[in-house]
């Protein structure tokens, strides 16, 4: 299946994704929901490719701050774009735990606005 199952939100941040193919990089993010990611890279996915995701993500209450969350991703497709950031890729994320997936729901939905992640530092 090539559609998401959750509701997207505009994700306007830089994401690092680190797998044993690419080593870690900083990718550029376009949208974000409970079951998945889209960004774009200067490196390609193969279909079927793990890595993971690494961000800062705002906890439900705004006084508790935001945490680095690590996510294991699923490349479903990878497009060439044809502009200076050459690949467009969708990916799926596994096994989220109930507690994660319901604050991305709560990102991503229309009321929140642009998702507001960070870039993990090292």
């Not at 939100?9 to 994401?15: I, P, W």
């Not at 990089?25 to 960004?39: E, H, K, N, Q, V």
Request: charged share 25%.
């Amino acid at each position: 299946m090539n559609q998401r199952l959750e509701v997207r939100g505009e994700l306007t941040a830089r994401v690092r994704l680190s797998s044993p193919e690419h080593g870690e990089i900083t990718a550029y993010g376009l949208d974000l929901s409970a079951s998945g990611i889209g960004f774009l890279s200067e490196r390609g996915y193969s279909a079927g490719q793990h890595f993971q995701v690494l961000l800062r993500v705002p906890r439900l209450a705004p006084e508790a701050g935001e945490e680095e969350v690590e996510l294991v991703a699923r490349t479903i497709r990878c497009d060439p774009t044809g502009d200076l950031i050459p690949f467009r890729v969708a990916a799926c994320f596994i096994d989220l735990d109930e507690a994660l997936k319901e604050r991305l729901r709560h990102l991503a939905t229309p009321y929140s606005g642009s998702v507001a992640l960070h870039l993990a530092e090292e």
